[in-house]
């Protein structure tokens, strides 16, 4: 089976991480949501706790997809 040279073209890794941000970023959001209004609330400020686990995500989702375009890349160069 012949592989098409379109789905051989590199992966921009760039735009990958951005939209793995962007993954994290709504994934944050929805976690900061059900903790801050259906979790019981232990009396501290809810705020720190919601900025930094925001921030995990976004990390997180940057990182889990520019790696995937990285060893994609790599794997198609291989070849």
Request: proline share 4%; aromatic share 12%.
């Amino acid at each position: 089976m012949k592989i098409d040279d379109k789905s051989s073209a590199p992966w921009s890794t760039r735009s990958f991480a951005l939209n793995g941000a962007l993954l994290g970023l709504i994934v944050g959001v929805v976690h900061g949501y059900v903790h801050a209004f259906w979790s019981p609330s232990s009396g501290d400020d809810v705020l720190p706790h919601l900025i930094a686990q925001m921030a995990k995500f976004i990390f997180a989702g940057a990182f889990g997809l520019a790696a995937l375009s990285v060893i994609r890349n790599w794997l198609v160069r291989r070849r």
